[in-house]
């Protein structure tokens, strides 16, 4: 969503090899090792995190799929533009930090690493004193609650996100986030032109 609000009139593709029944876009499922790249201005990965995620702490690590590097890999033989994302701790290169709280999502603490093939900038913390703190995080069952007292359309409303299902959500970007990544492509190619 970020990035349709960066470019209006760009066809947003998305690409998982689950079904994703609520992605407001384009969808195309398939591998993202396999699928074929040429064609488009830009490409962002969001490989699985919970191999390094801090939230899988308890569980067994080993069943996760390390697929950062072979990513990578394939983005690298393009020639497209590209940006990765993951989770803090996630084996990027030369990454940068984006956080809610720095683009005035007051309510949320989720940080995300960003890679890029293009110069661009992070964000950085802005959480001042603010107590009222959404987690969304994890995989949950139960009637709407997502946490102490609050509601999943709360989480929904604090993500900017209305579509998406619990477990969608705990493992979404802020469209925040990639309109802000959008504006940095934006004057990358500006700047390149």
């Known amino acids: 969503m970020g990035y349709h609000r960066a470019f209006p009139d760009a066809v947003i593709v998305g690409v998982d090899i689950n079904p994703q029944p609520r992605y407001p876009f384009t969808f195309i ?64 290169i030369n990454w940068v930090q984006i956080c809610g709280s720095g683009l005035g999502m007051t309510r949320i603490r ?27 995080v994890g995989h949950s069952e139960g009637s709407g609650k997502t946490g102490p007292g609050y509601l999943m359309a709360d989480k929904q409303l604090a993500m900017g996100i209305d579509w998406m299902n619990r477990d969608e959500l705990s493992e979404a970007i802020p469209p925040a986030y990639t309109e802000y990544i959008g504006g940095q492509f934006a004057a990358h190619l500006k700047a390149a032109a």
């Open 29 to 92: 499922q398939g591998d993202a090792l396999t699928f074929p790249l040429d064609g488009f201005d830009l490409i962002h990965a969001s490989p699985p995190c919970q191999l390094y995620s801090i939230s899988t702490v308890m569980h067994d690590k080993s069943k996760y799929l390390d697929l950062v590097g072979p990513i990578r890999e394939r983005l690298q033989g393009s020639d497209t533009p590209y940006v990765i994302e993951n989770v803090p701790g996630a084996p990027l």
């Open 110 to 136: 989720r940080h995300r690493l960003f890679e890029a093939n293009f110069p661009m900038m992070g964000v950085p913390c802005s959480h001042g004193q603010n107590h009222d703190i959404l987690s969304v």
